[in-house]
């Protein structure tokens, strides 16, 4: 039967499409159900790849502003930022990659049928938007990600409140830009506006930025933020938005309980995604579900068998990483367990986050204080990248490498770092905690010089007291 598939994915961001090459490659007969007009979901349409794009602009505008330093002459006036070329080289980017994914669906013998999906019974999956069809599906596997969510009394107009959507293509850099939420997304979008030239607020809720990484790092950002003359408002809620031609007002409640009226031109909603799941038909199924999201099982089973779900749009009873990464990740181990090869859970102790604001984090593990939490014997090293040649050289010496390690059995526990490549640092320090690292193997593994890296070298000796060169 031409509408029957072994494995049929509703979803083709980076879980799905990754999940359906994976089960391709395992022999399986896949389709994926997509409804918009490209392939790779968020990350590559409206997340990771764009505004990673616009950080580059921001970043080779730094280098043009400090052209006088690096022996650049250029013409006399003021340095300006064409955004309708920032915008065209970033869509062109997203386009490229895009394309890539169906070059692969069809290498890889997948059928793209574009159209919205739901799942009328298990074992079935209808196109009921777009290429309308119905399928048969031995196995089906729910990737329908994640979309923007505001707050309680924040009402988004795509205008003026507007959603990471709408601020990874903007043509012109506000005068001013109010960013409400301190994650990745809010103090990314702080950093590329900021070097664009735009008047920025970032306000969070919780007492400081960042605060899901080690405390250290959240600090050494608020004191970077405020050099690059970022504003942070920590400790503070928004209490009220309203949105008028000219620009917006917010209401924001400070830790000493005063309320403050800001204004600006826009006011970016950063404060987290929701799951995508209406019109599936979940509930009807009965799939269980939890805050919206779909529960699942290790292995990324859900209530309902035959059905499995995985990436942005999943619980596994606690809070779980929206990243490309994990839900590619996931994506394999789903594919996988359904060809019924022998699979094992992820550890999510073990993601790495990456966030690339400028200046850049990458960490991995328990920070100190959660460390602490679990009742370890906690000991830390940290070495500053600024006493490193290649750092000076590069002329970015801001930020450090932080190891949280055990004390008694000397594990390496998790890996922070701010600073020059520290999303890509972060990688030796996820094989360390993959591998089960103590700190004296990463003090033996010899690092190259003159490298950033050396700086997870001298904080892996600094945990033992003998960092060399401070
Ligand atoms: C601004 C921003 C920056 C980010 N930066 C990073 C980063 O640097 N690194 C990182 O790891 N993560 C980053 N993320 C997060 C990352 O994008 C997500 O974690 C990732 O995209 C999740 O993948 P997913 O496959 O679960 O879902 P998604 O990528 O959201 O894909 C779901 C897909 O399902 C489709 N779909 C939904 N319902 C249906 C239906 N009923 N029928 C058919 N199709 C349907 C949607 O159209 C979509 O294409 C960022 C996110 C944002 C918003």
Redesign the pocket.
């Known amino acids: 039967m031409a509408n029957a598939y072994d494995v049929v994915v509703?979803?083709?961001?980076?879980?799905?499409?990754?999940a359906a090459i994976r089960a391709a490659q395992l022999g399986k007969k896949v389709a994926v159900?997509?409804?918009?007009k490209?392939?790779?979901?968020?990350?590559?349409?409206?997340?990771?790849?764009?505004?990673?794009a616009l950080l580059e602009h921001a970043h080779a505008f730094k280098v043009m502003q400090n052209a006088k330093e690096w022996g650049v002459t250029l013409p006399a006036g003021n340095l300006a930022i064409d955004m309708n070329q920032v915008q065209g080289r970033k869509d062109k980017i997203v386009t490229g990659l895009t394309k890539g994914i169906e070059y692969l669906f069809k290498k890889n013998k997948i059928d793209w049928i574009k159209?919205?999906?739901?799942i009328p019974a298990p074992g079935k999956v209808e196109?009921f938007?777009?290429d309308q069809q119905s399928l048969d599906a031995k196995e089906i596997i729910v990737?329908?990600?994640?979309?923007?969510r505001s707050v309680p009394g924040i009402d988004i107009d795509h205008q003026r409140i507007i959603?990471?959507?709408e601020?990874?293509a903007l043509t012109e850099a506000p005068k001013s830009l109010i960013i409400m939420g301190s994650g990745?997304?809010g103090v990314?979008?702080a950093s590329i506006y900021r070097r664009f030239g735009s008047e920025v607020t970032i306000i969070e809720l919780l007492p400081r930025l960042v605060p899901v990484e080690d405390e250290a790092v959240s600090a050494e950002l608020e004191k970077s933020f405020k050099k690059q003359g970022i504003k942070s408002l920590t400790g503070t809620k928004v209490t009220k938005a309203t949105a008028s031609a000219k620009g917006v007002s917010i209401e924001a409640q400070t830790p000493d309980g005063k309320t403050q009226t800001i204004s600006a031109d826009l006011l970016l909603v950063?404060t987290g995604?929701g799951p995508?799941?209406?019109?599936?038909g979940l509930e009807q199924l009965g799939v269980a579900m939890e805050r919206g999201y779909i529960k699942v099982d290790p292995l990324f089973r859900t209530s309902v068998p035959g059905i499995s779900a995985?990436?942005?749009?999943?619980t596994l009873g606690g809070p779980h990483?929206?990243?490309?990464?994990?839900?590619?990740m996931?994506?394999i181990i789903a594919a996988e367990r359904i060809a019924g090869q022998e699979v094992q859970p992820i550890n999510y102790d073990h993601v790495p986050?990456?966030?690339?604001c400028d200046p850049e984090i990458g960490s991995v593990g328990l920070t100190e204080a959660e460390a602490k939490k679990r009742g370890f014997e906690v000991r830390t090293g940290q070495f500053p990248f600024g006493v490193l040649g290649r750092a000076k050289m590069a002329g970015e010496t801001e930020g450090f490498v932080k190891i949280v390690a055990d004390t008694k059995y000397d594990e390496v526990l998790g890996v922070h770092m701010i600073g020059p490549r520290s999303?890509e640092l972060v990688a030796e320090a996820v094989l360390a905690l993959r591998l089960e690292c103590t700190v004296e193997e990463l003090i033996r593994t010899i690092h190259a010089h003159p490298t950033f890296s050396e700086a997870v070298g001298e904080a892996s000796h600094a945990v033992h007291g003998a960092a060399i060169h401070m």
């Open positions: 509703i979803g083709a961001g980076t879980g799905g499409y990754v159900v997509e409804k918009q490209a392939l790779g979901g968020t990350c590559l349409i409206w997340g990771c790849i764009p505004t990673k159209g919205t999906a739901r196109v938007e777009g990737a329908t990600g994640s979309s923007p959603t990471s959507d601020a990874i990745a997304v990314e979008f950063a995604r995508v799941t209406t019109g599936l995985i990436g942005d749009v999943i990483p929206q990243l490309a990464h994990v839900s590619s996931e994506g986050g990456c966030t690339y999303t």
